[in-house]
Every structure is written in C-alpha cells, then in structure tokens.
C-alpha cells in the first residue's frame, strides 16, 4: 500500500496545522494579569526578583511600589503594616530590604550580649550600640519578637537576652512619651495617660496602650450611663454615645446621681473594690491590671473613679491625702479654697462620701488644710511611682531590684535633681555591682547639688573605683573540671534537672563549687554546720521553678523522678536548649565547665533509661 500524501485523510494536513491554537506566552497577558498572577502565587521574595530581572514586562508587573511586594512585604511581617497608611504610596521593595537588614542586625547584636555579659547583668550602656543603629527601630522590635516568639524549646540564650534588649527599647521609647507629657499644659494632662505610661514602663513587654484602657473605661462609663437613663432619662449625662466625654453637668443634685450611679455599677455590679489582702502588691498600682483584675489601692483606684466621672460632665479633683488618696468633690462655690465647701470620695472604700473629720479618722490623726488641697497630675504620678519604690525596697528579689529601678527612673524623669533618690539609683547600682562608670557619673551630680554629701559620696566613690580596678584586673573565666583531684566529689554537673530532698523544689543545676564559699555569716544564718557534712561538701548554683536563686548543699539533692522544664526568668542566661530531660549549656558556661556537657548526658542516659526498665 502506497503512503499517504499529504492531505490526505488520516493525516493533519496545512489547514489543521493553521487551525491549531498558538502556544500561551505569559508575557502576552495584561499588565494586570501578570501582577495578579505574582500577587497571588506562591512565590519567595527571592522568586519575585529573579521575574522581575527576566524582561520589561516581568519587571513593570513586579514594580517595588507595587502590590507584589507589598503582599511579600505582608506575608513575612504581617505586625508591621499598622505603620503604613493604606493610601500613601511606599516602596515595598526598598522596605523589605531594610526590614531583611534590620533583622540581620537584630541578630547579631543577640548573638553578641551572651560573650558580653554572662558574668554580671546588662548594664544600661551595653545598650548604646543599639542606640546608634540606622535601621528603623520598629522593625528592629520586630525582629526580637520573632526571636521571642520562636517555639520549640530551643534558642533559650537568644530569647533571653532578646528580651532585655527589647525591655530596653520600648522603655527609652516611653520616656520619650512621659517627657513630652510633662511637657504639656497641666490641663492637658489626663490623670488616665500618666497612669498607662506609667503601666507601659513597668511592663514594657506587655501589650499595654492608651486606647486600649481609654475603650475599657468607655465602656464602664457606657453602663453608668444606661443604669443613670433608667434612673432619669432626662438626665444630661445619658445622652453623650460611648467613648464622647458630656457636657459639664453644673447642678450638685444631678452631679450626685452620676455618683450614685457610677458607685452601684462600679461596686455593685462589676464588683470593684479595694485590695485589702494583697496591698502591696506592684499589680494594684497598674492600671491595666485594675481594669483585670477590678481591684486596686486608692490612687489607682481614685484615677479610674475621677477618669470615669469627668466622662459623665462630674468634675472631681485628686487630693494627695497622706496614707490614704482621695478625691474631693466641690458642693460650694467652683474654685473655693474652703476645704469644707468639698466633699470628699474614697474610691478605695467604694465611693463613700467623706466629711473633713471623716476624712482624718479615715487616718486616725488631724491633718492641717494643705492636704486636702487638689493635686496636679505631675504629684500624682509622683505618688503613684513612690508607692511602686516602696514595694520595690520591701523585698530583696531580683523582680523587686527590676521594680527599684524602674520606678527611680520614673521619678528622676519628673525630679532629675532629687538628691535623695539619686543617691539611691547609686546606692543600687553600686550593690547589684553593675554599671560602676554609671555610679561615678550620679555620684558627682549629687555632690555638685549638695555638698553636704560629701561624706556618703566620697565613701562610695572610693569602692566603685576599686569595683573598676578589679574587673580591669579579671583574666578570664574561671574553669572547673570534674577531672581535677579536687574536685572528686562533686556528684553532679550543670544542666541536670535535679529536686530538693528537704524543701521539695524542682530545680536546675548552673554551677558548682567543690565546697561552700560563701562567707562565714551566710554559713551561720542558714544554719549549714548542722548538715552532716557541712560546708565541707560540695554546694550547687541552682535556679528554683519559683524565680529564686540558691546555693544548695550536694547531700540535701537527688535526681528529678520526672525532670521538667524549670520556668526560670534566667535560664536563657546559662543554657540554650532544653533536651526533654536536662538543659544543654550555652557556650559560655560550657567554657567555665567543659567537661559537664558530656556527663550530663552520661548521667541522664544512665538515670532514666534505668527508670524506664
């Protein structure tokens, strides 16, 4: 059989090849098309610049100002688009290169602190490196979030001194804040904003804003509102929508309803009320956690009270009571300096109304008229960061230092030439034995305010300098070896989740020392001769699941029966890894104690498989 010519049938002649449809070219498609194909994909930033460096068409569809690099821009930092206006126009690219660098920085300065600052805590110019970054600060935040908010049970160091490093960041940025409101008119001046930064610099971690708490309180004041209209729907107040402050009400009989309704649904129906059993607690001075917790001491208290009548047209006035803040509501002539054409409300007591004696046997003594005079809102802060330093001084934690020091650098921030509590940041700074060169720098400020000093400057000018001499004359890290002779009786090594045979407390070992070395009065008060080896035996560095720091002896130890993670603010500080069963050491306590690593392991694999059979 002869072949087929062409055309032939069976066989796909010229006019079927024509009739065939011509091949898809992607680059033919519309600019729109293609940005829409790029938007939606799933391409890597690293996909999206290799298609924009093939043609012309490729690199228009992927413009920097684009959306394609905007959504690549909102996928891997979706925290960050708050700071961008949807209508400006930005360059997504050029900011996504900076945010890649930022990060990059992030980590490194992360990576750096362990090496600088195993052996004492970070002192506040540790961060003057960060200080002279040239990225922008938000996106070096978020990088330290990402590094805070990896899971697993890995990158502990990196997460520890992330969070200092952040701690510090958002602290000096609400210094700024708190500088610049004392800066305004005193009338300006919300008792509620002082509070929340107050709030914000103590716990500079959490998620704490003005518009936050302001929308809490709005709402308090929204069901004020509808238990007043059901009292009298004619009543000025009840008209104003939530988060609208009323008008100024003027008649002291509809002033006193708002009181009485705001006192039902403050005391009665949320159950606000003061904190009698835990007064001293750092909680009740922060507002947020007022809102929390609806308890609280009486300025605190008082800030919410005042805060929430001021939004219904009640204008109270904070007075600076001694042991006791009130606030003082005027039944006379607006202005009168007549204590007794006042009123006076103790929020802490659920809003009860005070006469001028009853204010005094509220505090068991009489008080002269200064008193009970109106307080601006720099003395309440002033009030409400001294009650915080007492707490501070109450304890000796490293949770109350961290309070102490925050509450003086609120103060100094208001009163930079208070004599008394200058020498207090240097009298701290100086028994934490960080930042010596800071204690020089305060110590010779005080001494040029008051002379007077002279005597308690010059004794701690003297030991700070020594402190200087001393670490200039630090050689290196001390390493102990469980090869040593010495050190032959040392049973157990750092890393290994161990339990406290007397006192029943899980912990982690982070150090050891072949016998006790502390002093001879630390030996007496814990009462350490009564042990049957004494302090002749070897004695553990060991970081407690309470947030405690101890020194225990080897024979009041044994082994976890059911080692788990121990939720120690410090643990990032020694170990990088929790293994499921012990912690791994970071690199510098694994320099001080080299040979630990592996009898860690040693001993876990020996100890639990064991259990286990």
Not at 50 to 67: D, F, H, I, N, V
Not at 120 to 135: A, K, M, N, R
């Amino acid at each position: 059989m002869a072949a087929p010519s062409p055309g032939q049938e069976g066989e796909p002649g010229l006019e079927a090849e024509r009739a065939a449809p011509a091949p898809l070219i992607l680059t033919a498609l519309p600019g729109e098309l293609l940005e829409l194909i790029a938007y939606c994909g799933p391409l890597s930033a690293a996909d999206v610049g290799r298609l924009a460096c093939t043609c012309r068409r490729l690199r228009e569809a992927c413009q920097p100002r684009g959306k394609v690099w905007r959504e690549q821009f909102r996928r891997r930092w979706p925290s960050l688009m708050k700071y961008y206006n949807q209508t400006e126009s930005v360059n997504w690219l050029e900011e996504y290169k900076e945010r890649h660098k930022a990060g990059l920085e992030a980590r490194r300065v992360v990576a750096s602190f362990s090496k600088r600052f195993f052996t004492e805590q970070v002192p506040c110019d540790g961060f003057s490196d960060i200080e002279t970054l040239e990225c922008p600060s938000h996106f070096f935040e978020d990088e330290l979030m990402s590094i805070l908010n990896m899971e697993g049970r890995k990158g502990l160091t990196w997460k520890y001194y992330a969070k200092k490093i952040l701690y510090f960041l958002r602290q000096q940025n609400i210094l700024k804040k708190l500088k610049v409101y004392l800066q305004h008119p005193a009338d300006e001046q919300t008792f509620l904003e002082g509070a929340v930064l107050i709030d914000q610099y103590c716990n500079p971690l959490l998620d704490i804003c003005l518009e936050t708490v302001q929308a809490q309180v709005d709402d308090i004041a929204s069901k004020v509102r509808k238990f007043l209209k059901s009292k009298n729907p004619r009543h000025p107040s009840v008209t104003s929508k939530t988060g609208e402050v009323s008008q100024e009400v003027s008649q002291v009989e509809l002033q006193r309803q708002v009181l009485d309704a705001m006192n039902y649904v403050l005391y009665e129906q949320l159950k606000y009320k003061g904190n009698e059993v835990d007064y001293y607690n750092s909680l009740n001075s922060y507002i947020r956690q007022v809102l929390i917790h609806r308890t609280g001491i009486p300025i605190s208290l008082s800030v919410l009270y005042l805060t929430i009548a001021r939004q219904l047209g009640v204008r109270l006035e904070p007075v600076n009571f001694p042991s006791h803040f009130l606030l003082r509501w005027c039944q006379g002539t607006e202005g009168s300096t007549n204590i007794f054409d006042y009123t006076y409300i103790d929020a802490f007591g659920k809003g009860k109304q005070l006469t001028v004696k009853e204010c005094e046997y509220l505090i068991g003594h009489h008080v002269t008229e200064e008193f009970y005079g109106v307080a601006t809102a720099k003395e309440v802060l002033q009030r409400m960061v001294g009650n915080l330093l007492n707490i501070g001084k109450r304890e000796s934690t490293d949770q109350s230092y961290q309070l102490l020091r925050d509450s003086l650098d609120l103060y100094l921030a208001m009163y930079p030439d208070n004599v008394q509590h200058l020498m207090l940041q240097a009298r701290l700074y100086f028994h934490l034995g960080i930042w010596p060169e800071k204690v020089l720098d305060i110590l010779q400020h005080i001494q040029a305010l008051d002379p007077s000093q002279h005597g308690a400057v010059g004794y701690l000018v003297q030991h700070t300098l020594e402190h200087i001499e001393r670490r200039k004359e630090e050689t290196g890290p001390d390493v102990k070896l469980h090869s040593d002779e010495k050190h032959k009786d040392v049973c157990y090594s750092v890393g290994l989740v161990m339990k406290h045979k007397r006192y029943g407390y899980n912990c982690v070992i982070y150090g050891w020392d072949p016998a006790c070395m502390m002093g001879h009065e630390w030996i007496r008060n814990m009462n350490v001769h009564s042990l049957p080896h004494g302090p002749h035996q070897p004695f553990y560095n060991v970081l407690v699941e309470d947030g405690s720091c101890r020194y225990a002896a080897q024979e009041n130890l044994e082994y976890n029966t059911e080692p788990g993670e121990i939720s120690h603010p410090d643990v990032g500080r020694y170990f990088m890894e929790f293994a499921g069963t012990y912690y791994v050491a970071n690199t510098e306590l694994e320099i001080r104690y080299p040979e630990d690593t592996e009898l860690t392991c040693a001993t876990v694999q020996k100890t639990y498989s064991e259990n286990k059979e």
